[in-house]
C-alpha cells in the first residue's frame, strides 16, 4: 500500500518558519524523485521544489528560492521543505509528489496534502 504521508503544517506568522516532512512507504522512496507542490482555492498548482534520489540535482521554483529548502533522508524514506520568511502569499495546502526515475516502472504518488496558513 502505498502511503505519502505529510505532516508540520500549521499556522504560522508573517516572517516565521515551518518545516514540512513528507514520510513514504510502499514504494522504493530511495529510487523516486521528490518534489512540492502548493495550491490556493481557485489557483493553479504550483510546482515549489524538487530533488532526485541522489540529491544530485535540486530546483526550486523562483517564488520560493533562497527561502525554501528541500532535503531528503532515504534511510527515513522522509523528504522535507524547510520554509522560512513566510510570507501571507504562502498560505497553500502543500503536497508531496513522487515519481519514478525509470521508464520500466513509472508511477506518480501524491500526499494528502497539508495546510499552511501564514497570517498575524
Known amino acids: 500500500q502505498v502511503q505519502l504521508v505529510e505532516s508540520g503544517g500549521g499556522l504560522v506568522q508573517p516572517g516565521g518558519s515551518l518545516r514540512l516532512s513528507c514520510t513514504c512507504s510502499g514504494f522504493s522512496f530511495s529510487s523516486s524523485s521528490m518534489l512540492w507542490y502548493r495550491q490556493v482555492p481557485g489557483k493553479e498548482r504550483e510546482q515549489l521544489a524538487g530533488i532526485t534520489s541522489d540529491s544530485g540535482d535540486i530546483r526550486y521554483a523562483d517564488s520560493v528560492k533562497d527561502r525554501f529548502t528541500i532535503s531528503r533522508n532515504n534511510a527515513l524514506n522522509t523528504v522535507y521543505l524547510q520554509m522560512k520568511s513566510l510570507k501571507p502569499d504562502d498560505t497553500a495546502i502543500y503536497y508531496c509528489?513522487?515519481?519514478?526515475?525509470?521508464?520500466?516502472?513509472?508511477?506518480?504518488?501524491w500526499g494528502q496534502g497539508t495546510q499552511v496558513t501564514v497570517s498575524s
Open positions: 509528489n513522487g515519481v519514478s526515475e525509470s521508464i520500466f516502472d513509472p508511477y506518480d504518488y
